[in-house]
């Protein structure tokens, strides 16, 4: 495999990434982030274990890197995602590891934040020759599966002349991220589980027009839950394989695969999921909680800080503690350890195709 660019990857280069994922058996950690705290520690987990990496982007995390006080939330969501992909272009290459941009669920919905994305990114692209992202997310498993698939066609024919990939949503990812989503009460049990034969269908749509990616589920569920209350079955996705493989004659693995709601499912499924070409393993929930519960640490050591300027017994300055450089930064340190964690699990380190 020869080295790429450090910085962020498209194209040719995506793919040439996740060829090299599923060939060396690992996958690449995929953070949900929400600010310039979160993209830096993000690159610094990277950086430091030598580890390819996807940075992305809800679209309430968009719009809360734009700031929560903007007055209109579609506007806000385009502009907050294009502001933090040009703030990773512009530092990642310096983190020496290639990063993957990529945007998370989309609902009908949110069907005009993609567009106006999309725009932006076209503007991008005829500037600097590269996509603004990577990759996008439509989520439409809401909808039925003729009508999923023909929307995601169509995004991907204008996705495609901007060097882009799409990733598309079959079958229910249970639980909810930033407001799509299903109940873990009312989803069916087996729409939780995705069918091969709508696999095929979609591969056979969507792979004569572009690169794409799928998130296939196989009872994995948003959020963290008590043991028991979900039942990972990787097999189906090895399932999904082998029916494309031996239709259209194709090698191993075929598809590329997106593990949803990775935070807190067993080590094994984790590790069994990746032998059947999944790729890419969304983490949130567990990054969120390293970040808060870091905070809350440095909050319970230096408790006087967050209530006093000056100690009111003994007149002691809290400037050094309560400077928002000191607890920001344990955040960012709890959750660049905890994707220490995720980056050994998906086996992604030390594995960086950048050459540096
Ligand atoms: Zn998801």
């Given at each position: 495999m020869?080295?790429?660019?450090?910085?962020?990857?498209?194209?040719?280069?995506?793919?040439?990434?996740?060829?090299?994922?599923?060939?060396?058996?690992?996958?690449?950690?995929?953070?949900?982030?929400?600010?310039?705290?979160?993209?830096?520690?993000?690159?610094?987990?990277?950086?430091?274990?030598?580890?390819?990496?996807?940075?992305?982007?809800?679209?309430?995390?968009?719009?809360?890197?734009?700031?929560?006080?903007?007055?209109?939330?579609?506007?806000?969501?385009?502009?907050?995602?294009?502001?933090?992909?040009?703030?990773?272009?512009?530092?990642?290459?310096?983190?020496?590891?290639?990063?993957?941009?990529?945007?998370?669920?989309?609902?009908?919905?949110?069907?005009?934040?993609?567009?106006?994305?999309?725009?932006?990114?076209?503007?991008?692209?005829?500037?600097?020759?590269?996509?603004?992202?990577?990759?996008?997310?439509?989520?439409?498993?809401?909808?039925p599966l003729e009508d999923n698939l023909s929307i995601c066609a169509d995004y991907l024919k204008r996705m495609v002349p901007l060097d882009m990939s799409l990733e598309i949503e079959l079958g229910v990812t249970g639980g909810e991220e930033d407001g799509v989503g299903h109940d873990l009460d009312e989803t069916d049990n087996a729409k939780l589980y995705t069918q091969p034969d709508e696999v095929l269908r979609a591969y056979e749509k969507l792979s004569p027009i572009g690169h794409f990616s799928v998130a296939a589920s196989f009872g994995n569920v948003h959020g963290v839950y008590k043991p028991g209350n979900v039942q990972l079955r990787p097999e189906i996705l090895k399932g999904s394989q082998d029916l494309v493989s031996s239709t259209h004659g194709t090698g191993n693995n075929p598809l590329d695969l997106v593990f949803h709601g990775g935070s807190g499912s067993e080590k094994a499924k984790i590790e069994e999921a990746i032998g059947y070409g999944v790729f890419k393993m969304n983490i949130d929930t567990d990054t969120q909680f390293a970040f808060a519960n870091a905070v809350g640490g440095y909050v319970d050591k230096n408790p006087k800080a967050f209530k006093f300027q000056i100690d009111p017994d003994d007149d002691t300055p809290y400037k050094s503690k309560y400077d928002p450089r000191k607890w920001l930064r344990a955040g960012e340190l709890g959750l660049a350890e905890r994707l220490d964690e995720a980056i050994r699990d998906l086996r992604s380190g030390g594995k960086s195709l950048a050459m540096n």
């Open positions: 020869t080295g790429m660019k450090s910085g962020v990857v498209f194209g040719d280069d995506y793919k040439a990434l996740l060829a090299a994922c599923k060939g060396g058996a690992y996958a690449l950690p995929a953070v949900n982030v929400v600010g310039t705290n979160s993209v830096n520690a993000v690159l610094e987990a990277a950086a430091r274990n030598k580890s390819d990496i996807i940075v992305q982007l809800s679209n309430g995390g968009a719009q809360f890197f734009a700031g929560q006080g903007m007055a209109d939330g579609n506007t806000a969501k385009i502009m907050g995602a294009v502001a933090a992909a040009q703030h990773v272009h512009l530092l990642a290459e310096y983190y020496g590891v290639c990063v993957v941009l990529h945007t998370d669920h989309a609902n009908r919905k949110l069907l005009p934040w993609i567009d106006g994305l999309i725009a932006k990114g076209e503007r991008y692209y005829k500037a600097n020759g590269k996509p603004l992202y990577t990759s996008h997310m439509l989520d439409l498993s809401e909808e």
